[in-house]
């Protein structure tokens, strides 16, 4: 086990450090190649969990807002912004990510289908309502989903 290996298991900072140094120097032998396509690997799998995350909590917020309208608004009449703040947020995070990294643009679609018996689950838990309020298929457009513009009708 070389240096830089030893660094993996005990400092994953200073290891990662070391390996750019290494990297840009030349010194190719030293290298731990295992280990950074390993990490390689989990920064892509990261970005999808963080894409998957987002578009799970704006889908979600999304089935909310549009199946229990009464919550949109506080007791005393104002504006509930923890909703809108969430669609919005959410929104924002996906830009940002699918910015970095649009070939994750791709697998949204499969996200969507995956997450939306799960984000069905949770608005039931979360709002109390009747499973069959809510549509069989998802009933938001990835277009709709990821627009600014875009908030669902009450029904």
């Known amino acids: 086990m070389n240096v830089s290996q030893d660094l993996y298991e005990n400092d ?3 290891w990662a450090l070391t390996n750019a140094h290494l990297l840009r ?3 190719l032998k030293e290298i731990d190649f295992q ?3 390993d990490e390689l690997e989990d920064m892509g799998k990261r970005e999808k969990r963080e894409l998957k995350s987002q578009l799970g909590r704006l889908m979600l917020h999304l089935l909310k807002w549009q199946f229990q309208p009464s919550m949109r608004t506080t007791q005393s009449g104002t504006d509930n912004r923890s909703w809108r703040e969430s669609i919005i947020n959410s929104r924002k995070e996906i830009e940002a990510i699918l910015e970095d990294s649009p070939s994750l643009r791709q ?4 996200l969507m289908e995956d997450l939306y018996p799960k984000c069905v689950k ?3 838990q979360e709002t109390g309502l009747r499973p069959d309020v ?4 998802l009933p938001f457009t990835q ?3 990821l ?7 009450s029904i």
Not at 107 to 110: K, L, Q, R, V
Not at 134 to 137: L, S
Request: aromatic fraction near 14%; charged fraction near 15%.
């Open 12 to 14: 994953l900072y200073q």
């Open 35 to 37: 280990h950074i396509a």
């Open 134 to 137: 809510f549509p069989k298929d």
């Open 143 to 145: 277009e709709q989903i």
């Open 122 to 124: 949770s608005a039931i």
């Open 107 to 110: 697998i949204i679609p499969s």
């Open 25 to 27: 120097s030349g010194q």
């Open 147 to 153: 627009s600014e513009s875009f908030w669902p009708a």
